[in-house]
């Protein structure tokens, strides 16, 4: 007895199915077994259950608005007249729309092929729930297809057979479905069991208790006076009097009610994920916003749209077209899907970063796009940096950065060595600059945000009986994600540069862009750390200054000035520091996972002038580990090691 029928008679008894569709999960007939019984329930599914219809039609469809194109010898021809209608019945498009169908709902596709000739003169969908395929040696040795007792053979050569990979069946494929079966039966019982409570024992939302036992003429007044005066939607929320002894009470939702609507959720979300459809594309926008809905969006196209369509777009290209017009082959076309395509601010901001770090030319990326260079287009483009820099060391002079200079500087490194130096510096000056003074921008946004709404809780609370804190002025989680949000983009660039930057040291131009995974990652883990941080730093200080003034016995005039004297220093060098140090931050991980990439095994430690002249940075100064290792002297594997540090880490090239 295998596990689904265990799991069959355990649900049996008390917990039995309401009657309706079969329950999907008793459908598995075992490892090594033939056809699975229940395809027709999967097919089923897509009548009934609003989720499954949502996800399968979501995903055919998508496929099926993909142009099909067609090419002989790398010219675009037309379709062949047989697949351009592949029966009386279908376009091209109906037939990819059916395929993607049938794989979403069962894992399998049928076509079977009316053969003309050597050739093939047409393409019919035959239901999965009806096909039975008759094993062979390694591949099959025919197929029946099954209506009604009728059965008709077919050779293995007349159809066509599609399928996702099943590790447990060598001749069917795995339904989406059948992974996520207790989330679509579990779905069905609670939506018949919300019918049922509806149409046998729905219950009002109030119920109005009366004294005593009234007359049936007076009940009928109340019920005409409440519906005349808190009936319909312009009456919705009047007051209620009640009088002669009349009390009102709400019924409220109970406990088991409550889980059911939990469970649904849950169920949804099993479904959504099983079918590889995210929410927001189905219509579930609970947990979504614009960037993430987009974000979804780029997901669902880039994986489970482009990943059926190659799959797809193989069957024709092996099984059909070589046996329906020699020498055509076919590829869909996704350069018209908007969510495969780059966001034109994300393609700006990377060029300007690949400019900036003179990793591309401007006649480069002119090329790209198909324009005539320009005569100065092939010198490394310059820009001047748009934050204020630090000023150098104390008793020390501006470095240059001729290759005589370089020459003089720390003797311990090799010249290419102390050439990279000066290169490093440059780079990470004129590509950190604007970023840092873009966050330092950001971050004064948030305080003077934060600022605003503590002054007003404050308001609000002071006078009050309710003991004034911190956590009272500011919502700790909130004020995370708006200043996480306020950064992300500011901190995906700074990691941008650095891989790049790091890609240029060793020779290896780094493609990258803001999509990059790593880029969005690091990004994101930078600015949640941060986020948290500076908020915890905040409310700390907001509850050491309205700590004192509550202490002193201040007024609300006293309590502002100290609120608002946290976020005059919070505005000006916090603002700067955490946009120094951050900006830093990102660089140096961007930086050090471009030196993972290229297999760079090596790093050394280069001292930075400005804040790090007076600390424990200088003493690093040429240290070198092994990459990912700590440097001995500042306890850290990358920059920064303090904040405000302006040290970076450059690759040992041999």
């Known amino acids: 007895m295998n596990l689904w029928q265990n799991v069959k008679i355990l649900m049996a008894g008390d917990l039995g199915k309401a009657a309706g569709g079969p329950d999907l999960i008793m459908g598995f007939t075992g490892i090594g077994e033939g056809q699975p019984k229940d395809y027709l329930a999967y097919e089923q599914t897509y009548g009934s259950e609003v989720w499954v219809y949502a996800c399968a039609s979501k995903r055919a469809e998508s496929l099926a608005s993909i142009p099909l194109r067609f090419y002989r010898q790398g010219k675009e021809v037309d379709a062949p007249p047989a697949l351009a209608t592949p029966n009386p019945e279908m376009t091209l498009a109906d037939l990819i729309e059916s395929w993607g169908l049938f794989m979403a709902l069962t894992g399998n596709a049928y076509w079977e092929l009316a053969i003309a000739g050597r050739g093939i003169g047409g393409l019919y969908p035959l239901r999965t729930d009806r096909m039975k395929v008759l094993a062979g040696n390694r591949t099959p040795a025919g197929y029946e297809h099954n209506v009604n007792g009728k059965v008709q053979r077919y050779a293995a050569e007349e159809i066509c057979h599609s399928k996702y990979e099943h590790p447990f069946n060598d001749w069917y494929g795995i339904s989406p479905i059948e992974a996520s079966a207790l989330a679509v039966d579990s779905s069905e019982n609670i939506r018949r069991y919300g019918k049922n409570f509806f149409k046998n024992s729905a219950r009002p939302d109030y119920i109005m208790e009366a004294e005593g036992n009234p007359k049936p003429d007076a009940l009928r007044r109340i019920k005409a006076a409440i519906r005349k ?15 002669g002894g009349l009390k009102y009470r709400e019924v409220a939702l109970s406990p088991k009610d409550a889980e059911f609507l939990a469970q ?36 669902f196209w880039g994986g489970v749209v482009t990943s059926d369509a190659r799959k797809l777009q193989a069957v024709f290209n092996r099984f059909i077209l070589p046996r329906m017009a020699t020498g055509v082959t076919c590829a869909f076309d996704l350069s018209g899907v908007a969510a495969l395509q780059s966001d034109p601010k994300s393609v700006w901001e990377t060029r300007k970063i690949q400019l900036d770090t003179g990793s591309r030319t401007v006649n480069e990326l002119r090329a790209e796009d198909g324009l005539d260079p320009v005569a100065w287009g092939d010198e490394p483009y310059s820009a001047a940096p748009a934050f204020p820099q630090l000023p150098p060391a104390k008793g020390k002079a501006e470095p240059c950065e001729c290759e005589a200079h370089a020459q003089t500087e720390s003797p311990a490194r090799s010249l290419k060595s102390r050439i990279m130096v000066k290169r490093t510096q440059a780079a990470r000056d004129r590509v950190l600059g604007p970023i840092a003074a873009d966050i330092h921008a950001a971050m004064t946004k948030v305080f003077t945000g934060q600022q605003t709404r503590a002054l007003k809780r404050l308001a609000e609370l002071v006078g009050k009986s309710i003991k004034l804190t911190a956590s009272e002025l500011l919502d700790e989680m909130a004020e995370q994600d708006l200043t996480h949000t306020a950064v992300y983009e500011q901190l995906k660039a700074a990691v941008l540069a650095g891989a ?20 969005i990652e690091a990004a994101k883990g930078i600015g949640e750390k941060l986020a948290e941080q500076v908020t915890a730093t905040t409310l700390e200080n907001l509850r050491e200054q309205v700590g004192k003034g509550i202490a002193e016995g201040e007024g609300y005039q006293d309590l502002k000035k100290r609120v608002e004297s946290v976020f005059d220093q919070a505005k000006g060098y916090r603002a700067e520091m955490i946009a120094r140090t951050e900006s830093a931050n990102a660089w140096g991980s961007g930086q050090l996972e471009s030196y993972k990439v290229n297999e760079v095994e ?53």
């Open 229 to 243: 005066q808190h009936g319909g939607v312009s009456r919705a929320h009047n007051p209620m009097i009640l009088t």
């Open 264 to 299: 649904a959720k849950l169920n949804r979300e099993e479904i959504c994920a099983a079918m590889k459809t995210p929410p927001a594309l189905v219509g579930i926008f609970e947990y979504a916003n614009y960037a993430n809905a987009e974000a979804q969006e780029k997901m």
């Open 500 to 519: 790049i930057n790091g890609g240029n040291l060793v020779g290896v131009d780094m493609e990258w862009d803001l999509t990059n995974p790593y880029v």
């Open 602 to 654: 090596k790093v050394e430690w280069l001292f930075g002038a400005g804040p790090c002249s007076s600390g424990v940075c200088e003493e690093a100064d040429g240290e070198i580990v092994a990459l990912g290792e700590n440097f001995p002297s500042v306890g850290v594997s990358s920059e920064p090691a303090h904040p405000n540090c302006s040290c970076t880490v450059i690759p040992v090239i041999d």
